[in-house]
């Protein structure tokens, strides 16, 4: 397969998983009663779990930059050919907007570079910096390794999952499960338990799967936490 081709193959799966998604992700509305939170220091970014800045983010993903603009206005616009995808529905070439303020948050984009990127949408762009996480993949592997398995390849795992709970007594829950897992793009819980920052969550019916959400989310369980998971 060609280098075109494979990217060609790369940007149908993302429309796909775009058109599923496009109702389910989407943009917070800011104003000036509602503003963005601003950026948080580099120090307090670095204690952050890979959960807690995906709940900041509107956008997860990784991309290879295409081009760099030259600053305007304290700002430079990025464009980056999206690979994997790990939160929201971003563009194929997705065009992100980034400090040039000479604080600790700026952070300089080189062209043929792949980056690891956490964006959030504000007034009518998708922003990102150095204070939301972003950084190049060779300085990420440990949000990497966190974030686990790219959306495509979730989707890949659910049909496998689903064969999994076909001609069992407990089909029933263990589809449901599985419905209730991917909505949010979970994944089962490892054998090792779930990492920092996260809860185990599964159904009350026999033959559910379980998986990990953020702490942050725990009052979304569908287990009571007096459960015991």
């Not at 793009?185 to 009350?204: A, H, K, M, N, Q």
């Amino acid at each position: 397969m060609s280098a075109g081709s494979g990217k060609n193959t790369r940007r149908l799966l993302r429309r796909r998983l775009r058109a599923r998604r496009r109702l389910r992700v989407p943009r917070p509305l800011h104003s000036f009663k509602n503003p963005p939170p601003p950026f948080l220091p580099i120090a307090a970014v670095e204690s952050m779990t890979v959960p807690e800045k995906l709940s900041q983010a509107t956008y997860a993903f990784t991309g290879v930059v295409e081009a760099v603009s030259s600053p305007k206005k304290g700002r430079r616009e990025i464009v980056l050919d999206v690979d994997e995808v790990f939160k929201g529905s971003p563009k194929p070439d997705m065009k992100i907007i980034t400090t040039v303020e000479g604080t600790p948050c700026d952070l300089s984009f080189e062209e043929g570079k792949k980056y690891l990127v956490y964006t959030r949408w504000e007034w009518g762009s998708d922003v990102t910096s150095r204070c939301m996480g972003t950084k190049v993949i060779e300085k990420a592997r440990g949000d990497a390794s966190a974030l686990g398995p790219s959306e495509t390849m979730k989707e890949k795992l659910y049909l496998h999952l689903r064969d999994v709970c076909m001609g069992r007594m407990d089909t029933p829950c263990c589809l449901a499960s599985l419905k209730a897992m991917r909505v949010n793009y979970y994944v089962p819980e490892p054998e090792r338990g779930c990492p920092g920052g996260t809860i185990p969550d599964r159904l009350s019916c026999g033959g559910s799967y379980t998986w990990c959400i953020p702490i942050s989310e725990g009052g979304q369980r569908h287990i009571p936490a007096q459960s015991g998971l």
